[in-house]
């Protein structure tokens, strides 16, 4: 059964700096990595997807990188705002199967 | 296009009671997605259409839990005698190919 565990739970950070969130996944059999944000009391919103041949994807200000053999990925944010205060979570594509399976996620507080 | 709508936004309802939430994909996309979430955890997967058909369901979703697609369109997910385990968000996502788009999620609060 595949697991992912989201590396720490929460985490405060003053703005401007640069900051790493970590997912590992216990099956490395998967077809792709997703992570996502979600906002208090609101739904998730895409951030970058990295298909399982792919080692990393960016976008502005993220990089996601994708080590499947090591079962990790990691989410980097350079020069953090205050607005990218949320939970950021890690999800897994499983081979055969159309379900994500999400891990509890990173609460991150960027102070100004 | 506006995104994956939900309605309700938020339902609180007795113990008991039968409840029905509707969520409406992005138009052009066959595959719809029911997760269920949690105070402080990432969401479950309930179920999942392609098209009007349903081709993978959860052992989350008991037999009080049913899902319909008609016309692959629209989506409705029913509880039926609801218990207070059951409040939660629902969330609703649909997709084309990669990527998922996710709602806004109905929150239900079961007292």
């Known amino acids: 059964k595949q697991e992912v565990t989201q590396i720490p739970a929460a985490l405060s950070v003053p703005e401007g700096e640069n900051l790493v969130l970590n997912c590992s996944f216990t099956?490395?059999?998967?077809?792709?990595l997703q992570w996502f944000r979600q906002d208090p009391g609101k739904g998730l919103t895409s951030l970058l997807l990295?298909?399982?041949?792919?080692r990393e994807q960016t976008s502005g200000r993220l990089n996601a990188s994708l080590d499947k053999s090591s079962g990790r990925s990691t989410l980097y944010i350079a020069a953090s705002q205050p607005g990218d205060s949320a939970t950021y979570l890690c999800?897994?594509?499983?081979?055969?199967?159309?379900?994500?399976?999400f891990g509890k996620g990173t609460k991150l507080t960027v102070n100004p | 296009d506006t995104g994956v709508s939900q309605n309700p936004r938020h339902k609180i309802t007795k113990r008991g009671q039968n409840v029905t939430f509707r969520c409406d994909p992005i138009?052009?996309?066959?595959?719809l997605y029911w997760y269920r979430q949690t105070l402080g955890q990432g969401p479950e997967f309930l179920t999942y259409?392609?098209?009007?058909?349903?081709?993978?369901k959860s052992r989350l979703l008991s037999d009080r839990f049913s899902a319909e697609r008609p016309k692959g369109s629209f989506s409705t997910l029913e509880i039926q005698r609801t218990e207070q385990g059951d409040s939660a968000m629902y969330l609703c996502?649909?997709?084309?190919?990669?990527?998922?788009?996710f709602g806004s999620g109905t929150r239900l609060t079961v007292v």
């Open positions: 099956d490395s059999a998967i077809y792709n």
């Open positions: 999800a897994v594509n499983q081979g055969g199967s159309e379900k994500l399976v």
């Open positions: 259409f392609q098209n009007e058909a349903q081709l993978e």
């Open positions: 996502a649909s997709s084309r190919s990669l990527g998922y788009t």
């Open positions: 138009s052009e996309h066959n595959r």
């Open positions: 990295i298909q399982s041949s792919q």
